[in-house]
């Protein structure tokens, strides 16, 4: 098999590099084990008409604006505002934690306070890191900030990372910061959509062209030695490319129960964080996503999460952004750089927490340079 690029993985790093590179008329061989484009992006539509996002919650957000402008070349948008609640001590209540969740776990008074020393210390509209506010030596912001971290952010952080919060890089938890405002939106970018027709839809635009070949359920390592290529592009796990030979690299898996409930909604909004209680850590209601389709009842998923097994599943969801994980990464990365024709991109090549629009604009980048 003789192609100008062959890249390993489907999902959104090798589609948008796919599209770009097979549009300068080269031939592009992908290679994927999983039997379906669009890596962990991938959505399906079910019994119910709902999509579902079969490997968890995606929602497109960016306040890039080349990405926006590059996706909506493959799909239009369903405008859609991301909400999310936590269980804190049986309310529900805004994630990130905000103003306004602040007044449903105190009484008036003290939230009175506690938010007159958050305004003075920080303003409005400011995002501090829990890890940050921890450091505050105010008594309330204490308080606080212990109240926060015990309630929202140890539960969830140890059950998807089997780590505490400070053991993890602190970008992992300021994705997630305490919010000085009224602001209950997950996100505040610019813009924030689905595909109106699924992830799963957009991909397969994208990689619509003769130059592109796509040999699914296959695994890399099972047919390299046909391959004859100028470049490879590899988005799988780099430390297995290299046979682990300076150690395997942490990550986390995922797991999912779907459940079915003859029900218009499940819960009032997409999701809903459960910290401190419960084995899973969030639950899914796929009904709120698209809001104007219509459909016969609800779907929900509840996320597990797990220690990443490399001989059950190829694919891990996350890496583990830390200390020693960076170490033993630098040392692949520097092996890499000895392999001038092999290129490592996407969150398990470059071993980087990145969201979909970071994903996307770092392959886009990556085909100036080729
Ligand atoms: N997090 C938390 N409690 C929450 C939400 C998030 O402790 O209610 C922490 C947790 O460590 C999580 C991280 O913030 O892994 C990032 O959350 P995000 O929602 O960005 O995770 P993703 O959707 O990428 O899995």
Redesign the pocket.
């Known amino acids: 098999m003789k192609f100008d690029i062959v890249i390993v993985g489907a999902g959104i790093t090798a589609c948008v590099l796919a599209e770009q590179l097979s549009k300068q008329g080269r031939s592009i061989l992908i290679i994927e084990q999983r039997n379906h484009i669009g890596g962990n992006c991938y959505d399906f539509r079910n019994d119910n008409n709902l999509l579902i996002h079969k490997y ?2 995606h929602i497109f957000h960016t306040n890039k604006e080349e990405v926006w402008q590059y996706l909506s070349n493959f799909t239009d948008w369903e405008p859609y505002t991301h909400r ?1 609640l ?1 269980d804190v001590e049986g309310k529900l209540v805004p ?1 990130p934690f905000n103003l306004n969740s602040l007044r449903d776990c105190f009484p008036t008074s003290l939230a009175n306070q506690l938010e007159t020393k958050l305004l003075e210390r920080f303003g409005y509209g400011k995002k501090v890191s829990i890890l940050d506010l921890r450091k505050e030596v105010d008594e309330d912001l204490q308080f606080l900030s212990n109240y926060i971290y015990e309630k ?6 140890t059950k ?2 089997d780590v505490s ?1 400070t053991d ?1 890089d602190p970008s ?2 300021g ?2 910061p305490v919010f000085i405002s009224r602001d209950n939106r ?1 996100f505040q970018d610019k813009y924030q959509s689905l595909p109106r027709l699924g992830y799963t839809e957009m991909f397969k635009n994208m990689l619509d062209n003769k130059n592109i070949h796509i040999l699914l359920a296959t695994n890399y390592f099972d047919v390299h030695q046909q391959l004859q290529y100028e470049k490879m592009i590899f988005t799988g796990k780099i430390d297995t490319f290299f046979d682990c030979k300076f150690g395997a690299l942490p990550y986390r898996d995922l797991r999912f129960e779907f459940i079915d409930y003859n029900l218009e909604h499940f819960q009032e909004v997409a999701q809903v ?1 459960y ?1 401190c209680n419960h084995d899973y ?2 639950i899914t209601d796929f009904s709120r996503f698209y809001n104007r389709t219509k459909h016969f009842g609800t779907s929900i998923a509840k996320e597990f999460s797990c220690e990443h097994n490399p001989l059950e599943n190829l694919s891990p969801y ?1 890496p583990v952004p830390n200390k020693e994980s960076e170490i033993i990464f630098q040392k692949y990365l520097s092996e890499a750089k000895n392999n001038e024709n092999i290129i490592f991109a996407g969150r398990l090549g470059n071993y980087k ?1 990145y ?1 979909m629009d970071d994903a996307v604009s770092k392959a886009l980048e990556l085909v100036k340079k080729i």
């Open positions: 968890g919650p999310v936590a994630i929202v952010f140890v539960g969830y952080t998807q990372w919060p993890l992992v938890t994705r997630v997950y964080n910290p850590t969030r996350y927490y969201n």
